[in-house]
T-cell receptor, first 110, second 115 residues
Framework: QKEVEQNSGPLSVPEGAIASLNCTYS??????FFWYRQYSGKSPELIMS????GDKEDGRFTAQLNKASQYVSLLIRDSQPSDSATYLC??????????FGAGTRLAVHP | NAGVTQTPKFQVLKTGQSMTLQCAQD?????MYWYRQDPGMGLRLIYY???????DKGEVPNGYNVSRLNKREFSLRLESAAPSQTSVYFC??????????????FGPGTRLTVL
């Protein structure tokens, strides 16, 4: 059974701090990795994708991938209350299929 | 562009009733997906359609059927609803031109309660 593991949280950080969200996956052949943000009662929306080892930056977001350790993370710099949401990690589980983690709830407090 | 649309937004069924959840996308995407989301369990794939005319089972297909009506529309049918099917259902689509998985875009979801 292919698995994606995330700490459910809540992860509580003060406004302006760096939030660090982590994800591990079990399938060594996974090639693509995604972070989705989901506000309460809403649908998931893609915020980052990463395919190669290393870091990928997009504004305040940085995705980090380490395939040897089967680990992917998301850093959110200068966290804002509007970043408070559940963050879902997803990895490829076969052609055109994603396996999602259960999500980490992030709470950014003023 | 509306993106991915789903109907209905909310539904309450009694055990044993049937219903069809509708999904449509206007992005000319090849692949479409149905997920269910339960508290603490993330999104689980029910069925997917890699391209028009094909459908395949996902992780949790039991109790469901699907139809890829055309390139735009992908419906999910519950033939005999059970309380265990109480969940939030999301439809998604992706262009899927590459060999590997690409971005999936989600609809707003259908909140289904089975009594």
């Amino acid at each position: 059974q292919k698995e994606v593991e995330q700490n459910s949280g809540p992860l509580s950080v003060p406004e302006g701090a760096i939030a660090s969200l982590n994800c591990t996956y079990s399938d060594r052949v996974s090639q693509s990795f995604f972070w989705y943000r989901q506000y309460s009662g809403k649908s998931p929306e893609l915020i980052m994708s990463i395919y190669s080892n290393g870091d990928k930056e997009d504004g305040r977001f940085t995705a980090q991938l380490n395939k040897a350790s089967q680990y992917v993370s998301l850093l959110i710099r200068d966290s804002q209350p509007s970043d408070s949401a559940t963050y879902l990690c997803a990895v490829t589980g076969g052609y055109n299929k994603l396996i999602f983690g259960a999500g980490t709830r992030l709470a950014v407090h003023p | 562009n509306a993106g991915v649309t789903q109907t209905p937004k909310f539904q309450v069924l009694k055990t044993g009733q049937s219903m069809t959840l509708q999904c449509a996308q206007d992005m000319n995407h090849n692949s479409m997906y149905w997920y269910r989301q339960d508290p603490g369990m993330g999104l689980r794939l029910i069925y997917y359609s890699a391209s028009e005319g094909t459908t395949d089972k996902g992780e949790v297909p039991n109790g469901y059927n699907v139809s890829r009506l055309n390139k735009r529309e992908f419906s999910l049918r519950l033939e005999s609803a059970a309380p265990s099917q109480t969940s939030v259902y999301f439809c998604a689509s992706s262009e899927a031109l590459a060999l590997d998985t690409d971005t999936q875009y989600f609809g707003p979801g259908t909140r289904l309660t089975v009594l």
